[in-house]
């Protein structure tokens, strides 16, 4: 089955811009969804098919996806963004495969 | 607004069985597919079932044979019936709706599971 590896984790000082990756076999081909979880909560969608924000996310939060890698770039970070982020795609199987998690962590 | 309410959660032991519901409000519930999403204490997301809106299902491999996902229109309620139960199955149980383009768009807060003996 299709795997995709999160780096656990990645700390960065409020104002700055994290980069969170999910690396998959040409992940680049596949639509990418991200989910943010914070603390004692469930999930919530970030960003969908690769770059597209739901209403009520913030546009600091950006997504893109080539080759082997997609990533989730958080600019000007605050405090409030300190959560879970975890990717998702589906596989060709028809199941839905999680990245294993990124714990960001602001300094 | 889309809710989605979990419950039956709980303590059982190895080889037992428990029910889980998700009460569905807030939009169209026929019209969507819906999944089971678990979460072991401090541990990852890992999707456990999914059911299309036309009762096709899929399940991941370490639950197939053991769970059955079903779905009542009627009621607007998602069911997992979870049997033989291992401790490895001991997690919050998330029921999530499908979005139209394939992504989960809505989580609902999910039930607990503890599998012990």
């Known amino acids: 089955s299709y795997v995709l590896t999160q780096s656990p984790s990645v700390s960065v000082a409020p104002g700055q811009t994290a980069r969170i990756t999910c690396g998959g076999n040409?992940?680049?081909?596949?639509?990418v969804h991200w989910y943010q979880q914070k603390p004692g909560q469930a999930p919530v969608l970030a960003v969908y098919?690769?770059?597209d924000r739901p209403s009520g996310i913030p546009e600091r939060f950006a997504g893109s996806n080539s080759g082997n890698t997609a990533t989730l770039t958080i600019s000007r970070v605050e405090a409030g963004d300190e959560a879970d982020y975890y990717c998702?795609?589906?596989?060709?199987?028809?199941?839905?495969?999680f990245g294993g998690g990124t714990k960001l962590t602001v300094l | 607004e889309v809710q989605l309410v979990e419950s039956g959660g709980g303590f059982v032991q190895p080889g037992g069985s428990l029910r889980l519901s998700c009460a569905a409000s807030?939009?169209?519930?026929?019209?969507?597919?819906m999944h089971w999403v678990r979460q072991p204490p401090g541990k990852g997301l890992v999707w456990v079932s999914r059911i299309h809106t036309d009762g096709t299902t899929n399940y991941a491999d370490s639950v197939k044979g053991r769970f059955t996902i079903s779905r009542d229109n009627a009621k607007n309620t998602l069911y997992l019936q979870m049997n033989s139960l291992r401790a490895e199955d001991t997690a919050l149980y998330y029921c999530?709706?499908?979005?139209?383009?394939?992504?989960?768009?809505?989580w609902g807060q999910g039930t607990l599971v503890t599998v012990s003996s």
């Open positions: 998702q795609v589906w596989d060709s199987s028809s199941e839905v495969v």
């Open positions: 999530v709706r499908e979005a139209s383009g394939d992504w989960l768009d809505s």
């Open positions: 040409d992940i680049g081909r596949k639509s």
């Open positions: 807030g939009f169209t519930f026929s019209n969507f597919w």
């Open positions: 098919d690769d770059s």
